[in-house]
Structures are given as C-alpha cells and as structure tokens.
C-alpha cells in the first residue's frame, strides 16, 4: 500500500493533464516583452484579468524569488553546519557539550528548519526546472516519504571513510533528509538489519562513544547539505530572469503548448500539494487513511520530519504559500476577474481556517506526540466542526479544500485535476 501511494505522489507531481485540446500560444516578442516590463514596474498590481499576466505575476512573485530564497538558505545552511562541525573537531570528549558548541549546534538546526521551510514555500506549487530529468532536482533536494534510513548510516559511514558519498547512492539517503537525519537523529538506534553482514560496520558504529558519532553524524549532514547547495543553484538559475528564464519561457511557447496547459500545471501541483498533506502527511499517521496498516488504528512513525518533530510546521509553510499564491501571486484576483469572486473568497477563507487550526495544533506538542496520544475512534469520528481532535480537524480541514478545487475552481476554469485523482472522492 505504501509503495503504492508513493508511485501515486511521484506520478501525481508531473501534473499530467490532457494537452492535446489546449490552444496554442500567440504572444508576439513584442508582447511578451511588454507583459515583463508590466511586473518589473509592479504591473499588473495583483490584479491579473489575462492568463499570460497570471503567469508573469507567478513567475515574478513567487517562483522566481523563492528559488532564490532557497538556494540562500541552503548556502546559508552549509555555512553554519560547517561552523559547528569545525567546532566539534577541535573539540574533545569532555567539551563537546560545552556552551558555544550547544549554541552552534542550535545554529545549524535553524539554518536546517530556515531552509526546509522555504523548499515546503515551493512545495506548494513546484513546476518545471524542478521536475526535469525525471524529477532530478526534486528527488535530490527531498525525497520524503521515499527514504532509506538504513542507507543514511551507510552513507554516513561513507562520508567518514572517504570524504564524500558513495557515487552509487540513491536520493532516498541525501539531500534534505539527510541533513536532518545527521542534525537531529538519536545517536543510539539504526533501522539497518543486524542478520545482514553487509551493515556490520553501522552496528559497530553504534556501539562507539557519543562524541565521535555526533562528530560522524556531523559530517553526513554537511555533505548533504553541500549537495542541497548545488541543487539550489540548479533550481534558481532556471528561474532567473537574467539566467534562463523560465518564467519566459512559460508564456513564449518553448515549454508549454497553451497558457491553459500552464495553468492547469500549476493547479495540479497544487492540487497535489493538498492531496498528499490529507493523505499523508495526515491522513496515514492519524490512521485516516487505508495505507495505516498498523493494528492500534493510526501510524506515529509515519510522521514527516520524525527526527526533528517539526511537521506541523511543514504544514504550515506549505498553506501560508498557498494563500501567497492566491493574493500576491495573483490567482485569486484571475479567479474573480473571470466571474468567480465567491471561489476566490472560499478558498482565501478555507486556507486562513487551516492555518489558524494549524497554529492552534501547534501549541499541543509535535504531530507525532499528538499521534501517539490520539484515540483512534475519536480521530475517526472528528469532523470540521465538532473538533473532537483538533490535529484530525486540520485533517478534515485539508478535504474542504480539496472539494473546492476539485469541484468549484477547476470546473469554474475549465481544467482538470490530476488524472490518478480525477475518480476519488474522498
């Protein structure tokens, strides 16, 4: 099952959509030139009534800086990491806790969360560059919850040994979780099979002192981190308006075959991005969903960011960037300009409900503690109003949305939803 729902994730992210009844572009140079000179002076100013100055507006507003928000959070991130690592190294046995190394530590968390909080910003409606080359950019950068937490060990060792990965490691033991998994994972557990000779030497890391796997687990995260570096770069460069361009590229007719194509592009990434915080980041862990197979009714080791207990916040990244997309990205105001006001107005009020159930939830402790403390009956039988159990009220929340997607903007636009999602009604 899990297997099963993963495949659907990496298929749904494409956006697949039928193309072949779209028109094609008709912008002139000339045009197009005129729509960059408009958002360069701040016009359209939010209020897009055509789907090239939607586009534009999107590429300005949101893709393009917050590419470039992560590639210098990640940069960021690399820096501070190899602070903390440096300082471990001149450290010994009887200071590797000591105060400034504590507050270094502290600091590459952050630098960590900082990043991983804008890449949940592109999650929200991630389109192109970004899933290129078989997702290559994206599945190196984060390839939750396709992971090998084994390979993270092995790969740890690996960097110890000779400096950096195996050239032969997979995405599901780098990029984003990796850093994670060195910055934040308990130093006394390994999911890599004791029977299986091949994993001896993690099991004989295992028993070695604290101070030398905080200092190992150290240097797998800036490894990682470095890579996330090269990734981001990739990703900012694509978007660049004095780089590649792609936001050009949207409206001139090289990547997509019609402004509709685009936009249901974008729709179904977003359409997505709820999809899988409903069933997954949600739903499996709260046993909401089918693929909770475990016999106590709900799945706490299933929860995102595990290491470092911050999935509520993911979450919250993710639907602050959603409701940025409507408002100065532009969406809501094309919605209304095409005759829908009361769309654009109930998705705008249904994301602020989220994010303020969000906010409450928050202050009850990590998703996972709230998982594990949750009675799986009440969960079933929490709805959006009754808030039985406020996290399965968020839960619930998601599926508001998805209704008005599915039901009301994309028809109200004339596009589609992903089609592995077209018949499930749930």
């Known amino acids: 099952m899990f297997i099963r729902l993963s495949l659907l994730i990496v298929f749904l992210s494409f956006g697949w959509i039928g193309a072949s009844q779209l028109s094609p572009q008709t912008l002139t140079e000339d045009d197009i030139q005129a729509l960059f000179n408009n958002a360069e002076k701040g016009l359209p100013a939010k209020q897009p009534e055509s789907l090239p100055e939607l586009l534009v507006q999107l590429g300005f507003n949101y893709y393009v800086p917050t590419s470039k928000e992560f590639h210098t959070d990640a940069k960021t991130m690399v ?29 590459a968390e952050n630098a960590w969360l900082k990043t991983m909080g804008t890449y949940h910003k592109i999650l929200a409606a991630p389109l192109g560059p970004i899933y290129e080359s078989t997702r290559e950019i994206a599945s190196a950068i984060y390839s939750w919850p396709l992971m090998n937490e084994c390979g993270m060990h092995v790969e740890m060792l690996a960097v110890k040994n000779q400096g950096q990965f195996n050239p032969k490691s997979l995405y599901t033991s780098k990029g984003l979780m990796a850093v ?7 130093l006394e557990t390994t999911t890599c099979n004791t029977r299986n000779k091949s994993f001896a030497k993690v099991h004989e890391w295992i028993k070695i002192d604290d101070f030398t796997k905080t200092k190992d687990l150290c240097g797998l995260a800036k490894a990682a981190a470095e890579d996330v570096v090269v990734q ?12 590649r361009n792609f936001t050009r590229q949207i409206i001139n007719g090289s ?19 709820i999809e899988v915080a409903k069933d997954v980041q949600l739903g499996k862990p709260l046993g909401l969903h089918k693929d909770c197979l475990d016999e106590s009714g709900k799945c706490p ?28 990205g532009g969406l809501g105001a094309f919605i209304s ?3 829908f006001p009361s769309i654009s107005q109930s998705l705008q009020f249904e994301i602020q409900v989220l994010l303020q159930q969000l906010a409450e939830v928050q202050k009850l402790g990590s998703l996972q503690e709230q998982v594990m403390n949750l009675n799986p009956e009440d969960c079933e039988n929490t709805t959006v109003s009754n808030n039985l159990v406020p996290i399965c009220a968020v839960q619930r929340q998601t599926r508001v949305l998805v209704h008005i997607l599915r039901s009301e903007m994309l028809p109200a636009l004339v596009l589609d939803a992903p089609l592995v999602y077209q018949g499930d009604n749930d």
């Open 79 to 107: 820096q501070t990491i190899s602070s903390y690592c440096e300082q471990l190294n001149t450290a010994n046995l009887d200071t590797y806790k000591s105060e400034p190394i504590l507050s270094a530590q502290t600091a």
């Open 180 to 186: 994670e998994f060195g910055l934040f994972k308990d």
């Open 232 to 243: 981001g770069q990739r990703l900012a460069e694509a978007w660049d308006l004095e780089g």
């Open 255 to 273: 990547e997509f075959e019609s402004f509709k194509y685009a936009l249901n592009r974008i729709t179904d990434s977003m359409f997505t991005m």
């Open 301 to 328: 080791a299933d929860v995102e960011h595990k290491w470092s207990q911050t999935s509520i916040e993911g979450l919250i990244k993710q639907f602050e960037s959603l409701e940025f997309i409507l408002n100065q």
């Open 337 to 339: 300009a095409q005759g």
